[in-house]
């Protein structure tokens, strides 16, 4: 049984496997006192004999010359006799000799010491490992003791990273490996030790079988080097792999390691957070073991240690934690801020300490904003420019700025960090500026002026004071090199938004006015650093932008340096320079590159005439480098903004407006238009008027007039339209066939462009001389080519804009008619004349238009019916002869129909607006839908307010609707829809409804052309069944009811028709007997008895008794209980055929399939099957004779074909009945009576698909 073992220290027991040195689970101090044994080396407990080899135990003083007796050969039972014979000058020679070698021990201690404070795990434990390591080997042979002086010799350690650098050269192979573990332990890790060697340390020292330090090396999971990238986690998942096949489980290896240093206290929090993490880093988390580790490993959320508690806060992600680890300047206090970065940058403003971010902190935040040079991500650019706040803070004090003097790594000084980070985030207010320059002037620190002007945005800030420390350095310019080499430094400056005063920019400006030449054409870099700077400056929000606009217009206007000012113009135009705005001295408002007086003021001296010779002297000036660029392309965008402006001006001033035009002349011939196209906010064109004023025009007034720009919307002086007429028309139209005209003059007609140019009062010599009965047909036609914009694509469009007084005038009807023409009889009498020749010639669309547009205004100008009829013949004529013209008619046919609409309500004679509008249903399919609703609203009031006048128009129609003479399908829906009125008409008038009656019957009973009339036979039936269903009986008369039954047996009624009206008449109590006959027989030799039959019924019929076997008892139960199902639908089919069991002429079974239908047809829809042997069934009663209407079965036969219509009405199959009772009447081996019944049947079922 084992020995039980207590602390002797609080008296705890220990763990059964307690050995020899280990700590005490419970205080963590040593269980027992023990003492080394002179002979083995081996700790025993303090006693008088080794537990380990029985030798008695010596005293300490003793235990030098112990070894060294052992050493000698001294056998082991004599060895306390020796030592106490020895004289004491002997004892103490060989207590020396042993402490001159323990004193190498006790270096190597001290190492142990200094390793002890990198790892976690502390006691005696590791101290013992190393004697039991060293102190058997005394005395120590040559070699080692050579070792051990080379080391001693080393100098002492610089830190930690230095001492642990030496762990090779260490004496003990326990210093060693446990100096791997510390190595890996330092933060920040070193850069010497890459992170598969460092794995490969923890690997090694947790599952090498010799290891001493297997425990520690499983500790080192919960350091914060475990979750960076120092350590290869694949090479930890390749170890537990590799064990498996091992029958190794490595997480159980590891837990068993830990589960003992759960029981020290102090440990205990480590030991939980390694194995927790090497559980989520194994993917293990669902271990039985993982919740068990991680309560505990929270213990070190709250942990003194701010390692282990960061690491706590990164395993659990809790920001918070992580946060109180940041207010250290430590190694371990950049990780935490690096991981608040990239996983709660929300909190990075909390790290701080006493408003004020240390250089330690600043460190980290330029480490992560060198990772994204373009740009910072979204969410660290609320916290850094808060963090940039509290880094200034350092700064606004001159104590502070001259502390904060320290550089760093790359020699950069604190404040100079610091103005760079705030700078890079615009945080720097004016007061905080001026504070800087104050401190850094009184510190010393010039350089703080470069970082300013360097980082810090000229947002609102005054940074002259600053400027004036940088950029006033006139010695730079003194020689080409040392120029550029300030410049490039000044547009660093400039594109910070830090610009020089303007008497500095005007000596750098002046620099490179004197080097143009040499930059333009030799010197490639340096003229694209000049043009980077100029862009900065042209376009900088800040006066510097005027100052060089002001160098560059006086420049570009003075021609006496050819070759600089070309260039310049070169590189104004592609640049895009003297444009936007420009920023004065004084002024927070930025004022327009607009040619206004204050522009004149600014670069012309105040002076329009000082401009205006200016601009007259380059007007036909191009660029030779680029003949693209001229300077209109700079001057023009001047004058856009306030051309209106600059109009009104040159209006005012016209011995200037003078001049231009006269430069304007030489400009055109090098086809340079200038600046003619510039009108006063009165729509007032300065040289266009000046035209205008001319009392004659003349080719070169023409030529000048032709060059206006047709991409502006102008509005023309009506006097230039005047006198370009007069100019046109002069001597007989003379100068319409000049070639002034057909180079320049034809341009003045650009109007099948745009409308807006037309003048409205030119469009009456339009209607005029290309009206249709025009003879000359090459001034119509030119006419109309050049007023075709007046008419626009489609007549649903609205009426255009014309030119009028100037403005842009939309045109109504209204207005054309009554401006245009003397009063409505000229319309008409225009209309008359036209018309007739269609809708191809523009003039008529134009005045079709306007008719349009009156709308229901026309009726106002309407004064008589003659008027009336006339405009409606000719707008009836109109359409009718619109041909060969798809647009026309799809496009404007509808404005015909619109006007005529329009008309129709003040149209006396109804039928006659009724027929013309009618007829335009015929002409494009697009008119249809609107005439029908016009006819049928027409129709159905005249039926609403007497119907029998109604009536009668109605069914005048029939016979069109029926053959589509003129196609009416809004005759059907006027016979359902006030079917109502014609009831109350045939109420009013018996002997009308006998004759229309009989009218409906008699196209009924034709034989149709096709399925449309079909169709339409169809409707007139249920029309007169729907008609007789609206009436009171008492007013139908006795004759009607006579009629309708000698038609019935007579068989003047198709064979359907009849069945209908037959049912009609037995559910409404209407008797079908004559009283003075059983039997009716027609004239025809071909006619048959009914009801009797001609053939008689034969003895034996064959059937077959398996299909047909149930009696009419059993038929009746399985007609009362049938159900649409497959077994059921079977039985039906076999028993279709009755008649050839029981001769009897009762079909009972088929009144299932009517009584049934809605359930057979979708039952058949899904089952093809059924549906064949349905069908084929049914067709085989139909043209068995025993079954045709003369036949013995008659009944059957009838009432399978209407059966069979009904079911394949829809059906796929329907096609392959047709031809089958076409192929069955073609073989002509029917009876008359049976091929009219099939022939009804096919007609049915081809109307039907």
Request: hydrophobic share 40%; with cysteine; net charge negative.
């Amino acid at each position: 049984m084992a020995a039980v073992i207590y602390c002797e220290s609080c008296d705890a027991q220990q763990p059964n496997d307690w050995k020899s040195g280990d700590l005490c689970h419970q205080c963590g101090g040593t269980v027992r006192e023990e003492v080394r044994c002179a002979w083995c080396a081996q700790n025993t407990p303090k006693g008088k004999f080794c537990k380990h080899c029985g030798n008695e135990v010596q005293s300490d003083r003793n235990f030098g010359p112990a070894r060294i007796l052992k050493s000698l050969g001294v056998d082991q039972l004599a060895l306390t006799q020796k030592l106490s014979e020895l004289e004491d000058s002997k004892r103490e020679q060989y207590r020396n000799q042993f402490n001159q070698h323990y004193a190498f021990i006790e270096l190597a201690r001290q190492d142990l010491q200094r390793l002890e404070n990198h790892v976690v795990i502390k006691g005696q434990e590791k101290f013992t490992a190393l004697e039991n390591e060293l102190l058997p080997e005394i005395p120590f042979d040559q070699a080692y003791l050579d070792r051990c002086k080379a080391y001693a010799k080393l100098d002492a350690a610089q830190n930690e990273m230095d001492f642990l650098s030496r762990r090779k050269s260490f004496t003990s192979e326990v210093n060693k490996a446990l100096a791997k573990i510390a190595y890996v332990r330092q933060v920040p890790f070193s850069t010497a030790l890459d992170k598969s060697t460092a794995s490969q340390y923890i690997r090694n020292g947790l599952t090498q079988e010799a290891s001493l330090f297997k425990q520690e090396s499983l500790l080192f999971f919960s350091h914060i080097n475990s979750f960076l990238s120092v350590l290869d986690w694949q090479t930890i998942k390749d170890t537990a792999e590799v064990l498996k096949p091992e029958g190794k489980d490595f997480i159980s290896y590891c837990i068993e390691l830990a589960n003992p240093l759960l029981k020290i206290n102090y440990i205990r929090p480590y030991a939980a957070l390694a194995v927790a993490h090497l559980l989520q880093q194994l993917e293990a988390k669902r271990h039985p073991e993982f919740e068990r580790f991680k309560l505990v490993a929270e213990e070190a959320l709250s942990h003194d240690d701010n390692t282990l508690r960061l690491a706590a806060a990164i395993l659990f992600e809790q920001a918070d934690r992580v946060l109180t680890v940041t207010h250290q300047d430590s190694p371990v206090s950049a990780i935490a801020i690096a991981w608040l970065i990239d996983h709660a940058p929300d909190k990075l403003p909390k790290i701080v300490r006493n408003n004020k971010l240390s250089a330690h902190q600043l460190d980290v935040l330029e480490e992560e904003i060198q990772k994204h040079p373009l740009v910072l991500p979204e969410a660290l650019k609320a916290p850094f420019e808060q963090l940039a706040q509290f880094a200034l803070n350092n700064l606004l004090e001159a104590e502070g700025f001259r502390a904060s003097a320290n550089h760093n790594a790359s020699g950069k000084a604190f404040y100079y960090r610091i103005i760079t980070f705030a700078g890079q985030f615009g945080v720097i207010t004016q007061e905080q500026l001026d504070k800087l320059v104050q401190n850094g002037h009184s510190s010393g620190y010039f350089d703080a002026a470069e970082a300013i002007l360097s980082y810090v945005s000229a947002n609102n800030l005054d940074l002259q004071k600053v400027n004036a420390l940088w950029f006033d350095r006139p010695k730079e310019f003194e020689i080409y090199e040392t120029g550029f080499a300030f410049l490039e430094k000044a547009l660093a400056m400039v594109q910070n938004g830090n610009y020089p005063s303007e008497q500095s920019l005007s000596k750098i400006l002046m620099f490179l006015k004197l080097h143009f030449s040499k930059i333009s054409i030799s010197d490639s870099v340096n003229r694209t650093l000049m043009l980077n700077f100029f862009n900065e400056i042209a376009f900088a929000q800040h006066p510097v932008s005027y100052t060089f606009a002001k160098f560059l217009i006086r420049e570009l206007f003075d021609l006496t340096n050819y070759p600089t000012t070309d260039w310049l113009l070169f590189v104004t135009c592609t640049s895009g320079y003297l444009k936007g705005q420009y920023y004065v001295e004084n002024s927070k408002e930025p004022r327009d590159f607009a040619l206004t007086d204050t522009f004149i003021e600014d670069f012309f001296d105040g002076s329009w005439e000082k401009f205006a010779a200016s601009y007259k002297q380059v007007m036909t000036f191009r660029c030779k480098m680029d003949a693209n660029y001229e300077y209109n392309d700079i001057i023009e965008p001047w004058i856009e903004p306030v051309k209106e402006e600059v109009a009104q001006t040159l209006m005012e001033k016209p011995a200037i407006t003078h001049s231009l035009l006269e430069g304007h002349k030489e400009a055109i011939l090098f086809g340079l238009p200038g600046i003619l196209q510039i009108e006063t906010h009165d729509n007032k064109f300065p040289f266009i008027e000046a035209l205008g004023n001319k009392e004659k025009w003349d080719t070169g007034d023409v030529i000048l007039y032709a060059h206006r720009p047709n991409v502006l919307h102008y509005n023309q002086s009506e006097k230039c339209l005047n006198n370009f007429h007069e100019w046109l028309t002069r001597n007989n139209f003379r100068n319409y066939y000049s070639p002034i005209f057909a180079k320049y003059g034809r341009d003045f007609f650009n109007f099948s462009v745009k409308s807006e140019q037309v003048p409205f009062g030119m469009i009456k010599t339009w209607l005029q001389m290309a009206a249709v009965r025009n003879k000359n047909e090459q001034i119509a036609a030119f006419f109309n080519d050049r007023f075709g914009c007046l008419v626009p694509y489609s007549a649903s469009s609205p009426m255009v804009s014309v030119l009028k007084d100037g403005e842009s005038f939309a045109l109504t009807g209204a207005y054309v008619i009554t401006h245009l023409f003397k009063d409505f009889e000229e319309v008409i009498a225009y209309a008359q004349h036209n018309f007739p020749y269609g809708l191809n010639h523009k003039t008529n669309a134009f005045l079709l238009h306007a008719l349009q547009d009156l709308g229901t205004e026309i009726q106002e100008h309407l004064t008589n019916q003659e008027q009336i009829t006339s405009l409606v013949n000719s707008l009836f004529l109109m359409a009718k002869n619109t041909e060969n013209n798809e647009h026309s008619r799809e496009f404007w046919l509808s404005a015909v129909l619109n006007v005529l609409l329009q008309i129709a309500p003040v149209v006396e004679d109804r039928n006659f607006i009724i027929e013309r509008v009618w007829q335009m249903a015929d002409l494009h399919f697009t008119l249809t839908e609107k005439v029908y609703d016009f006819v049928k609203a027409q129709v159905s009031n005249m039926l609403q307010h007497n119907p029998v006048y109604g009536i009668k128009f109605l069914y005048a129609y029939l016979e069109d609707y029926y053959f589509r003479k003129y196609s009416a399908p809004w005759v059907a829906d006027v016979m359902k829809e006030n079917i109502e009125d014609i009831a109350k008409g045939f109420s009013q008038d018996s002997t009308l409804m006998a004759e229309k009656i009989n009218h409906l019957i008699a196209f009924s009973n034709k034989e149709p052309y096709d399925s449309d009339q079909k169709r339409i036979q169809k409707e007139f039936e249920k029309h007169v069944i729907a008609i007789l269903d609206h009436m009171p009986k008492e007013d139908i008369s006795d004759d009607i009811w006579l009629d309708l039954q000698y038609k019935i047996h007579l068989d003047e009624i198709n064979f359907f028709f009849k069945t209908d009206l037959e049912r009609w008449m037995e559910a409404n109590g209407i008797s079908l007997e004559l009283e003075e006959a059983e039997t009716f027989v027609v004239a025809s030799e071909d006619s048959v008895s009914m009801p009797g039959s001609s053939m008689e019924i034969p003895d034996d019929i064959d059937y077959d008794p398996e299909e047909i076997y149930m009696d009419m008892m059993e038929i009746s139960t399985f007609m009362g209980s049938f159900t649409v199902n497959t077994e059921q639908m079977e039985k039906l089919i076999n028993h279709i055929p009755y008649y050839k069991k029981d001769k009897s002429n009762n079909p009972m079974l088929l009144s299932v399939l009517s009584m049934k239908q809605t359930e057979i047809r979708t039952f058949l829809a899904e089952d093809m099957g059924t549906a064949i042997n349905l069908y084929q069934k049914l067709f085989e009663v139909l043209i068995d004779p025993l079954c045709a209407p003369d036949g013995p079965f008659s009944t059957y036969g009838l009432l399978a074909a209407l059966q069979m219509q009904q079911l394949l009405d829809g059906s796929i199959f329907a096609m392959q009945y047709i031809s089958s009772v076409e192929t069955m009447l073609n073989t002509g081996a029917y009876s008359a009576a049976h091929t009219q019944m099939l022939q009804n049947l096919l007609d049915q079922l081809k109307a039907a698909s």
